[in-house]
């Protein structure tokens, strides 16, 4: 019974020792000098699939090593997976720290407005590298053109 308590003391010891987000704007993060521009996934797209994916990420003091997902949906950690691997650094020592890309959909304008998916304008990046990264896109539409033409 008195392994209990020390178990719990060694968790709590643990998580406290776990660095924060204001314990990694502490530290000296490495600054991105070259990468890919993130995109969202158009089958996630397609499938309305958004969310939070949470990278833990290791650099060897040019490039990520390493990476691995800590949380998030499965399509949208490949794509981000996929852009943190373009990813080079300034020089700085090797180092590790967590990233977290968030995907975001938002609702597309009604039928009977002229829009076009395609175009760049409709999907947008937020980057505060290297520690976070926002892709916003717009959800497919399908539009009947019959109904469109009742309307007008």
């Known amino acids: 019974m008195r392994s209990l308590p020390v178990i719990a003391a060694v968790g709590a010891l643990l998580l406290l020792l776990r660095p924060t987000a204001a314990q990694q704007a502490q530290q000296r993060l490495p600054r991105v000098v070259s990468m890919s521009a ?3 996934p158009p089958l996630a797209q397609q499938a309305r699939i958004q969310g939070m994916v949470v990278l833990r990420v ?4 040019k490039r990520v090593v ?3 997902s800590e949380s998030g949906p499965p399509l949208l950690v490949r794509a981000a997976k996929d852009n943190v691997g373009t990813w080079e650094f300034q020089a700085h020592p090797q180092t590790n720290f967590e990233l977290r890309f968030s995907y975001k959909l938002s609702a597309p304008p009604p039928c009977e ?5 395609g175009d760049p304008k409709n999907e947008w990046t937020l980057l505060q590298l290297p520690i976070r990264v926002e892709v916003n896109a717009v959800i497919p539409r399908i539009c ?4 469109i033409e009742e309307k007008n």
């Open 58 to 61: 290791s650099t060897d003091g």
């Open 66 to 68: 390493s990476f691995d």
């Open 113 to 117: 407005m002229e829009f076009d998916i």
């Open 144 to 147: 009947d053109p019959a109904v």
């Open 38 to 40: 993130p995109l969202y």
